[in-house]
């Protein structure tokens, strides 16, 4: 290890975070996949959001060298390593690491599965739609939203697989498809929220209506104004009101 070197893995752990961000900067300068270990072992520490990103953009300026070994650490016994790695990955987008970060939506950890969702929408391969849409139902909210912006993305090959859990068990499920078809807005995510107007949770109808909500065609106010005598009161509200508006 160089003298160079040897000096700024030691500010890597300095107290002082501005001299911390100068030493992750030199080393995304250098982009020499040879440090990747030292920039590792400083994100495992690193407690400043600011520093993790400039760590964060050195590992990034290594480009595609550095992915083996961050696949590998996706099964890291610190999740909040398996989480940075995740995030690093999403800014690389190397299809190599699909299959790893399709795994990683099982972790027990859910700001993992949530940057490994992310990660998997950066890459953009449509072959982990059916690992994303069973993630659909998570308590997570945030990872909830991302696969708002997810379901869209991959819209074409996820409403098949979306549609199916119309009709799923849990109606926590059922409620987190309305809002999925309702930002998908084709005329068979249309369909099948008519279809759940019928559900038998209230949440459920309450959902597909507020989907409906943008949809103005006569298919769409007819299925609304029928709900003007559900027997749940917030439903029949809703209904009253997007019928006048």
């Known amino acids: 290890m160089t003298n160079t070197v040897q000096m700024l893995k030691e500010q890597l752990h300095s107290p002082n975070a501005e001299t911390r961000s100068r030493a992750a900067l030199s080393f995304a300068d250098a982009g020499d996949v040879n440090t ?3 920039l590792l072992d400083a994100l495992r520490t690193e407690t400043s959001l600011f520093v993790r990103e400039d760590i964060t953009w050195a590992i990034v300026r290594m480009g595609r060298d550095s992915v083996p070994t961050l696949i ?11 989480h940075h790695v995740a995030h690093v990955i999403s800014k690389i987008s190397d299809a190599r690491a699909v299959d790893a970060l399709i795994s990683a ?4 950890n859910a700001k993992v599965v949530y940057k490994a969702a992310f990660a998997l929408g950066q890459i953009g391969d449509a072959s982990a739609v059916p690992a994303l849409v069973g993630l659909i139902g ?4 945030e990872l909830q939203t991302l696969l708002l912006d997810l379901m869209e993305q991959f819209a074409d090959e996820a409403l098949p697989l979306v549609r199916a859990l119309a009709t799923h068990e849990d109606e926590t499920v059922r409620t987190q498809v309305t809002d999925i078809l309702g930002v998908m807005q084709s005329p068979g995510a249309i369909d099948a929220l008519i279809t759940m107007l019928q559900d038998d949770a209230w949440e459920v109808r309450f959902g597909a209506l507020m989907a409906l909500q943008p949809v103005d065609t006569l298919q769409t106010r007819e ?3 029928r709900m003007s005598d559900d027997p749940h009161p917030r439903v029949r ?8 508006s």
């Open 36 to 38: 990747l270990a030292i």
């Open 223 to 225: 299925a609304i104004a």
């Open 105 to 108: 939506l099982q972790d027990e």
């Open 72 to 82: 590998e650490l996706l099964n890291d016994d610190d999740a909040a390593l398996r």
């Open 138 to 141: 998570h308590p997570y909210l």
């Open 237 to 244: 509200g809703l209904a009253g009101m997007l019928a006048i």
